[in-house]
């Protein structure tokens, strides 16, 4: 089913690929964190903010295979493309690659066990591609075997960070800053930043196009609704709740999905850490709790995170989803791989949680009611 929802989108996509007789270019829209500039015989690429509060950004230089290198540009990393082999350590850009076309070009995982996109699944049951971390950390010797174009990964700029010592074992790496993104179209327009690794920019651009339109014409369905139902997000851990803040990621989906998020008035773009007693406090006006953990699938289980939710109002109402529908055989959840990039689908399953009936009986592709 899976492959099928994203075949047909993709359909249009190709069709407009197959009538493109210019250059590939893309121009970004929606991101704030990266660019691409085109210049005689070959790209620039900037990244421009990998982190919260990074000093510098990245700058990848991306050039024909078989031509010369480019001279007199400084950049931390030069690429041939298109790719041939790659290594992603993060799930949420394998989709983007198997998209483009490229699922083949992936060779190394960082987890394969959290791996969902079909194509990939059937690479690492075939052992075509292998998982590249030890002790949750890269393997480096492993990974220097599989000869890659390029390492996708990302940086947290703290002592987790990984992408300096592969740098320095001499492995092509590219770090890639979509998570910083405040809104769900603009951490998917990265896909025009993959794209352009494997000379792709103007199937990306139509891809990304259709994937906009359908969101908008979600988002305006939402607009139109007469009620907006009070919206909770996540879930208490060791006696804190870190809700998203007003201006983040999350509360922009709830927003165009026609919700009233509860802290929508916070000006963060991140998370806002607050005792549990004072998000208990307000969740009793809450309608709908969305992704309270992954972990729950009843409310018994909600229970046991804290006996004070068994009294919230909207336990009776069935008013708990979590994004769980769809898990990889070790857990992973696709909502943050296949779901980065389709926001359109996240946004379908929202409103339809939101605003029953609104969407007809158009069927759920990440949310899952907690219920029994």
Request: aromatic share 12%.
């Given at each position: ?7 047909v ?16 270019r ?6 704030a ?7 005689p015989?070959?790209?620039?690429l900037?990244v421009?903010?990998?982190w919260?509060?990074?000093k ?6 991306l050039?024909?295979r ?8 400084e ?5 041939e493309?298109?790719?041939?082999r ?25 987890s ?11 690479r690492?049951?075939?052992?075509a ?15 220097i ?11 947290m ?27 769900p179209l ?9 794209a ?15 994937i906009?339109?359908e ?17 909770l ?24 999905a ?6 929508a ?8 850490a ?33 006996p ?11 008013g ?5 529908r ?24 929202l ?5 029953p009936g609104?969407?007809?009986?158009r ?10």
């Open positions: 089913m899976r492959r099928i929802i994203l075949s989108l993709a359909c249009g996509a190709i069709g407009a690929l197959a009538a493109q007789t210019g250059p590939q893309a121009v970004v829209s929606y991101a964190g990266f660019s691409i500039e085109y210049r015989g070959y790209k620039v900037g421009k903010s990998p919260p509060g990074a510098r950004g990245f700058t990848y230089v050039y024909r078989g031509e010369p290198r480019p001279a007199g540009v950049a931390d990393g030069f690429f493309t298109p790719l041939r790659v290594i992603t350590f993060s799930t949420t850009y394998i989709p983007q690659i198997a998209a483009l076309g490229e699922a083949d070009s992936i060779v190394g995982v960082d394969a066990s959290f791996v969902s996109t079909p194509e990939l699944r059937t690492i049951e075939s052992g591609t292998v998982e590249t971390t030890r002790n949750w950390s890269p393997n480096l010797e492993l990974m075997s599989l000869a890659p174009d390029a390492v996708f990964t990302y940086g700029g703290n002592e987790w960070d990984a992408h300096s010592k592969m740098k320095e074992a001499g492995l092509p790496v590219v770090v890639n800053g979509d998570w910083n993104e405040a809104s603009a951490r998917a327009e990265w896909l025009k930043f993959i352009a690794f494997y000379d792709k920019e103007a199937f990306a651009s139509s891809y990304f196009d259709s906009v339109r969101y908008e014409r979600v988002r305006a369905l939402a607009a139109a609704a007469k009620e907006r139902p009070r919206v997000a996540d879930g208490p851990f060791q006696g804190s709740w870190t809700v998203p803040g007003g201006k983040s990621y999350m509360a922009r989906y709830i927003a165009d026609g919700g009233l998020y509860l802290w008035e916070d000006g963060g773009t991140g998370g806002l607050l005792s549990s007693e004072k998000v208990y406090e307000r969740a009793l006006g809450a309608d709908i709790w969305l992704n309270p953990s992954i972990a729950v699938r009843s409310r018994a289980d909600l229970a046991a995170l804290d004070r939710f068994a009294a919230l109002p909207l336990m009776n109402r069935g708990v989803w979590n994004d769980t769809r898990l990889s055989p070790g857990g992973g959840d696709d909502y943050f791989e296949s779901g980065i990039m389709r926001p359109d689908l996240v946004l379908i399953d409103v339809k949680i939101f605003h609104l969407l007809g009986d069927p759920f592709t990440y949310y899952l009611k907690v219920d029994g």
